[in-house]
């Protein structure tokens, strides 16, 4: 079969399996031949041979099974980093791109803040800040240490030497530190949601939280003041739906200047909070 028709006809097949489907036809068939997709454009009257064309139906019903296609190629981009994804690590998503514009819009260029990415899983969101921000110590950690091995991989590949990994449960391994700024992209869906089956193929440890999606937020909003510097802030990805709630809980752990902001598609996707004087864990030693 030719190159053209090869594409044209997984197209077809993953139609319904897929929202991209010529997309992820041509990526699936450039990494069957081992070449760049711009070589299936230049040369669209090649023929597959029988060895390809196996490779190819293999990854075509992976695909057809319903497998993210970051998964099969293992890597997907994120800030204009190629970054290696595996079922360890959550996919990064565009929508958190909102979440990195938030915390640069906050970091000073010039000056040397210490910033914490809690669950970093692939490392998205800490490589993005940390190559934006070269002058600022990015501290990322994770409970799971097969996502921290995709992350550390993840820094090395972009040269990053400004981002540490640590293996712990959100605060608890920096417990002793302080930072400017704490991001996170936590797990928020329901742990009944029904979208949870079409995310199957990704770890659902950092997907769903508990009856409402808001266990881990809880933790967050209750533990995070005590590790940021006064005034220092904290930002939180959340679901669309979850806006009153996150503001909430957040009001209720004694956080102030709580504002929510909008993703890329106009959704509350963000909160971000400011530590209070008043709040728990605020030492009077401290000054705002
Ligand atoms: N945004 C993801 C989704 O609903 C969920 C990510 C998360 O729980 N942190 O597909």
Redesign the pocket.
């Known amino acids: 079969m030719r190159l053209d028709a090869a594409i044209a006809s997984a197209t077809a097949r993953l139609g319904d399996a897929s929202e991209s489907a010529r997309l992820d036809a041509e990526i699936l068939l450039s990494k069957s031949i081992d070449m760049p997709r711009t070589y299936l454009f230049a040369h669209p009257e090649d023929e597959l041979d029988p060895a390809a064309m196996q490779r190819f139906e293999t990854l075509l019903a992976r695909r057809l099974d319903g497998e993210p296609i970051a998964y099969i190629t293992g890597k997907r981009e994120f800030w204009s980093h190629e970054l290696q994804v595996s079922p360890a690590t ?1 996919v990064p ?1 565009p ?1 958190t791109e909102v979440l990195v514009d938030l915390a640069l819009r906050a970091i000073p260029s010039d000056e040397n803040w210490q910033i914490l990415d809690l669950g970093t899983g692939s490392g998205a969101i800490a490589i993005a800040i940390a190559s934006e921000r070269p002058l600022c110590d990015i501290t990322a950690t994770d409970i799971s240490a097969d996502a921290l091995a995709i992350a550390a991989g993840n820094a090395r590949d972009t040269s990053l030497a400004n981002v540490e990994f640590i293996e712990g449960r959100w605060t608890e391994p920096v417990q002793d530190r302080l930072f400017h700024l704490i991001v996170s ?5 329901s742990d009944d949601d029904e ?1 949870l089956d079409a ?1 199957r193929f990704e770890p659902r440890s ?2 769903a939280s508990g009856a409402d999606g808001l266990d881990d937020i809880r933790v967050l909003a209750a533990d995070c003041a005590v590790i940021l510097k006064p005034g220092g802030c904290l930002m939180l ?1 959340h ?1 669309e739906s979850q806006q009153a709630a996150v503001a909430g809980l957040l009001a209720d752990s004694g956080w102030a200047n709580i504002a929510c902001h909008n993703d890329l598609a106009g959704r509350p996707r963000v909160t971000v909070a400011r530590r209070n004087v008043t709040q728990a864990g605020y030492q009077s030693s401290e000054t705002p």
């Not at 992209?185 to 869906?189: E, I, K, T």
Request: glycine share 8%.
């Open positions: 959550l998503r929508e992209n936590p797990p928020y869906v979208a995310l950092a997907l990805e679901g």
